[in-house]
């Protein structure tokens, strides 16, 4: 099934509620034709309202444009737009049999029934649902019912996809299986989605690129392994994993040096100006036994195994305790001395200083 790909068109786009509040401070943003984009951050950050404006549910403030393929759509009603749109609950008609949810759409705008049933039947092959046409959906397991969803949203031939939250419903153990599936049915389709979520590792599964928004405004756009290694922005580095803070002095800032444990390591041109450096705790190297050359010492204060891996806190001089993840057969025991070392690459600004 052919879908159209659409670039989406976001240009000084805000929303002032009656009360006053700002719900979207003016706001660019562009989706590639065919891109899968994540709108990632914490309730109140602005996603969904940028996500609604998009789709037509909510009305930007003047001088706000919402343009898809080059056509300003910013006045149209939701219903003239092309929007699919997948909801946190699915919201399938639990009477209807898979093959009448999927050709609701096209059944409401006055397709023949031939091509309802042509549409219907590429579908249900496209996300594998054969078999299940005359099923319900409370007879269906949760990645099917997403599958229903996802097919009913497409068969009008939408030139925009929005998924708002399909996941958040689910226990953690289904939310991963079904979070690669979705990833996988995204792909099949090649249509222009764009996908709300407060979950990182979600959003890193499934887009392409990431826009990751704070407080109304988005504050860095990327692919999910730049956004992760190369943060612009410290509540980037916080929100899409987890970060230790490591202090240094004004002196040890001139001089370009983090201490750490008894020695002073080098520190990157991009973070000449923080007295606050981040680490992510995977990228903290630990050793067994004495420190050799360029190592630091620290003492374990706690480890705990978390099957995949270990994490160890750490006592490290003059600086608040460290996490760091080494692997799940790592020798290093509560209360022995190990060596730390980080690789200069490995630190990240946070763009504080004192």
Sequence with gaps: MELERTRVDVVHCAKTYADG????????????????????????????????????????????????????????????????????????????TVAANIGYGLRIRGADAAEQRRVVGELVDLVRLNGLEHKRPAELSGGQRQRVALARAVAVRPRVLLLDEPLTALDAKLKEALRDELAELLRRLHITAIHVTHDQQ?????????????????????????????????????????????????????????PLGGIEMPCPAACAADTVLLVRPEDIEVQAGPAGEGWGRAEVLRRSFLGERVQLTLAVAGQEPLQADVARDHPARQGEGVAIRIRPERLMPSHQST
Excluded at 51 to 73: C, K, M, N, Q, Y
Aim: proline share 5%.
């Design 202 to 258: 979600e959003a890193l599964a499934i887009a392409d690129r990431l826009a990751v928004m704070q407080a109304g405004r988005i504050v860095q756009v990327g692919d999910g392994e730049t956004l992760y290694r190369a943060p612009a922005h410290s509540f980037v580095a916080t929100f899409l994993g987890r970060v230790n803070r490591l202090q240094r002095d004004e002196a040890a800032r001139a001089r370009q040096l983090l």
């Design 21 to 96: 509040t700002r719900g979207l401070q003016p706001t660019d943003l562009s989706v590639e034709p065919g891109e899968v984009l994540a709108l990632l951050g914490p309730s109140g950050c602005g996603k969904t309202t940028l996500l609604r404006l998009i789709a037509g549910l909510e009305s930007p403030d003047a001088g706000s444009r919402i343009a898809f393929g080059g056509t300003d759509v910013t006045q149209l009603p939701i219903e003239q737009r092309g929007i699919g749109m997948v909801f946190q609950h699915y919201a399938l008609f639990p009477q209807m």
